[in-house]
């Protein structure tokens, strides 16, 4: 939390009229707000200010922000989202593969916007601290948002320690990617399984594995996922 126990916001957005529009409407919504307009002062932003959840544009005038979002995940597990006009599945996927928690596609509205804040904040803060557990050489310790393989810990963004969470308490069931969708996105109305598809694709990758050799993550074909240790 920012000072007094708000709510932190960095925004790095470089369209004058849209950052100042983000910065008034979310601080006076009771967010402690800071925007910047350039990749490499939101990067020095966000490394002073520890915020609770980073709003990124991707058409930056410095630096991509697609390698900001790389820079920011190499110093901080905080929340990102996306926020920017390039809506392409290439985009999405390559941002979420980068370690984006969500991906919102300009023109949207305010109302959206800090829905989707609202949502990305409730998954950071939603495991409950319990204790840790175990399959197989797996360990997941909820209090210390923290999982290890044989002993090594793994370097998991916010959403993919959140997914591997929510599948460790299930261990041994099969999960819909709806559960998954209703459960760590917070969105039960729907939303897209491809972005489930994606952070399984990357959680397995960090697990040591692939959807075609798994170990630990098992895909049940028009079921779901579970899972288990490895026979």
């Known amino acids: 939390m920012g000072q007094c126990g708000v709510t932190s916001i960095v925004i790095v957005e470089d369209e004058q009229r849209i950052r100042a529009l983000m910065t008034s409407v979310l601080a006076d919504r009771g967010y402690d707000v800071a925007a910047s307009a350039t990749a490499l002062d939101g990067l020095r932003t966000i490394v002073d200010r520890s915020p609770d959840l980073v709003i990124l544009d991707l058409g930056l005038p410095d630096l991509d922000g697609m ?31 980068l370690g984006a928690d969500d991906h919102l596609v300009k023109p949207f509205s305010i109302e959206q916007l800090e829905a989707r804040v609202r949502a990305v904040l409730r998954r950071a803060s939603a495991m409950p ?16 948002r923290e999982a290890t393989l044989d002993g090594e810990v793994l370097q998991l963004s916010p959403k993919e320690f959140d997914l591997l969470a929510y599948l460790a308490t299930r261990a041994g069931d099969v999960v819909s990617k709806r559960e998954l969708i209703a459960e760590v996105w917070r969105q039960p109305w729907g939303g897209s399984e491809k972005t489930v598809d994606v952070h399984l694709s990357w959680l397995r990758r960090k697990l040591g594995e692939s959807a075609a050799d798994s170990r630990y993550i098992h895909t049940v074909h028009g079921v779901g996922v579970k899972l288990v240790a490895p026979s």
């Open 67 to 97: 390698e900001l979002l790389k820079m920011i995940r190499a110093v901080t597990n905080v929340p990102v989202i996306v926020a920017s006009a390039r809506g392409e599945d290439r985009d999405i996927i390559g941002t979420l593969n």
């Open 129 to 144: 601290e319990d204790e840790r557990v175990v399959v197989g050489a797996l360990v997941v310790d909820p209090a210390a």
